[in-house]
């Protein structure tokens, strides 16, 4: 993801932290070929100044590697509690598609509560398919965005 896409991500990414409601929390984990969470780890309060953290942080995100979504589903599912839904977005495909929707789902099955993956394609369409595969293997949704102009 570069260029115009990495700015588009942010604003929305943006746009998502700041319509938080106060009594909310939130953990934001970018991936291409490893997986970080951004901040200090675990889930953040949806505070104001929590909020202007994470703006903060999410102008400085850079873009690189490849799309490889399953070491972020290892560090989400590693939240304690549990995550009650994730929003996962991708600009592009996924190497092996079966592979990435299997182990999502048998990492969503782990503890027997299945947390809903509202999936969003992002600009590109590539990915589609494999993810309605895993919003519906999760009780998610699923939301094609085009990243228009700001």
């Not at 604003?11 to 951004?38: D, K, M, N, P």
């Not at 873009?63 to 304690?80: I, Q, S």
């Amino acid at each position: 993801m570069q260029g115009q896409r990495i700015e588009a991500l942010k604003r929305e990414l943006t746009r998502s932290i700041v319509g938080l409601q106060s009594q909310s929390q939130f953990a934001i984990v970018l991936y291409s070929s490893s997986a970080f969470q951004v901040g200090d780890g675990g889930w953040r309060d949806a505070t104001d100044q929590s909020k202007r953290n994470a703006r903060s942080e999410i102008a400085n995100i850079r873009a690189g590697g490849t799309t490889v979504p399953l070491p972020a589903f290892d560090l989400l599912f590693e939240l304690r509690p549990r995550p009650d839904a994730i929003y996962f977005m991708t600009d592009g495909a996924f190497v092996n598609p079966e592979a990435v929707v299997a182990e999502i789902t048998r990492l969503n099955r782990s503890t027997g509560r299945v947390v809903p993956i509202h999936c969003i394609t992002f600009i590109e369409r590539e990915a589609e398919e494999t993810m309605k595969e895993i919003a519906r293997q999760s009780g998610g949704s699923y939301t094609h965005v085009t990243g228009g102009a700001p």
